[in-house]
């Protein structure tokens, strides 16, 4: 539903409160994650004093495969762009921590922002000219929403799409922030910060701390600047829309830490140990779950079903979202249970180790 909100646009307080939250941390958190878990899956390999460095090479180009498929299908695909730039993590492994730190910061800074704000205050020649996916996306999500069969959905969604998905990530500077999100997360891995959790309890409070300022100040920051008015730095230009896009990664950034780090928190606090493990099996086959939300979705909100987008409304379709992850959980333990793998996991490991001896069934 939120693909095609910028059709037609709604910013209900609902809305502003579900796209503060969650529009632009999900896919940061996954990409933290996702520089952990290269670090569990290389140190795990190296301990057997093997270099795992091709196979997870050959491992992102399956994941980018099963990416494109998703992406024929659902355009917002985050993992045909993880095996893509996921592969950054193997020029850097072999750096120690500090020049590790230092690669995240650089990226995490977004420099090339900067300097565009720089280049369009001093209107140097192409500085001014609009992102080439602001031109791209109406087009695309026009044609999505006109799709009336798969066919044409696919069609879309195979190039254009595609296209449109990919300036997206260079332009609004989200490519870099996956990369710097991606070091982090194996640094994160190589000290143990999910692991020692004695070790690192006054680390995370003055990190929780320190993220909840910052969410705090860039948000202030972030809402003075968006009330300026457009010709605050030039008559007419793009200088404001590039500081604001260099607050907003800021804010977004700082909006993920504090979500991990209060999560992280509350886990540890027992009363709620339990409450939070139930989403553990969902951990378990979170691959699966992430595609079948497209295949169960899809039909339900494009027009190439029902056209909910159209008809469902906010309210209805996040209570929709909350009672269909519900039923996820429930499937979820009893997968796990039965199962070593979720059905896509497994494929991917075989895939990556060519071969189809990897246990499935319990």
Not at 120 to 127: D, I
Not at 241 to 251: A, K, N, P
Request: with cysteine; net charge positive; hydrophobic share 55%.
């Amino acid at each position: 539903y939120f693909e095609l909100y910028w059709i037609n646009q709604d910013p209900t307080l609902l809305h502003n409160i579900v796209f503060f939250l969650f529009a632009g941390k999900a896919y940061a958190i996954f990409a933290l994650m996702f520089g952990l878990s290269f670090f569990i899956i290389m140190d795990n390999q190296a301990r057997k004093g093997v270099n795992f460095s091709y196979r997870f090479a050959w491992r992102l180009v399956v994941l980018l495969i099963i990416g494109y498929i998703h992406t024929l299908l659902y355009l917002g695909d985050i993992l045909s762009v993880l095996g893509i730039i996921g592969l950054s993590l193997l020029f850097v492994q072999k750096l120690n921590n500090r020049w590790l730190l230092i690669a995240a910061a650089l990226c995490l800074l977004q420099l090339p922002f900067y300097y565009q704000f720089y280049a369009a205050l001093n209107n140097w020649p192409g500085a001014n000219d609009a992102p080439a996916h602001w031109a791209v996306f109406p087009e695309v999500y026009g044609a999505i929403a006109k799709a009336t069969n798969f066919s044409e959905l696919i069609a879309v969604n195979s190039w254009d799409g595609l296209t449109a998905k990919w300036l997206y990530f260079v332009e609004s500077g989200r490519g870099i922030q996956l990369v710097g999100l991606f070091i982090v997360g194996l640094v994160l891995g190589r000290i143990g910060f999910f692991t020692q959790v004695e070790r690192f309890a006054k680390a995370r409070v003055i990190a929780l701390a320190t993220a909840l300022v910052a969410t705090t100040v860039f948000y202030l920051l972030d809402n003075y600047i968006k009330q300026l008015p457009a010709t605050i730095f030039q008559e007419q230009g793009m200088a404001k829309m590039y500081l604001e896009q260099i607050i907003g990664v800021y804010l977004s950034t700082a909006i993920m830490a504090s979500i991990l780090l209060l999560f992280i928190q509350l886990y540890l606090w027992q009363p709620l140990t339990t409450i939070l493990n139930l989403l553990a099996p969902c951990g378990r086959i979170s691959l699966s779950i992430y595609l079948i939300q497209a295949v169960v979705g899809i039909p339900i909100f494009y027009s190439v079903g029902l056209g909910g987008y159209l008809t469902l409304g906010q309210t209805n379709s996040l209570l929709l979202g909350i009672g269909f992850y519900g039923l996820l959980i429930v499937i979820a333990h009893w997968w796990v249970k039965r199962f070593y793998y979720g059905p896509v996991e497994w494929l991917w490991r075989s895939a990556t180790y060519m071969t189809t001896q990897v246990p499935f069934k319990r």
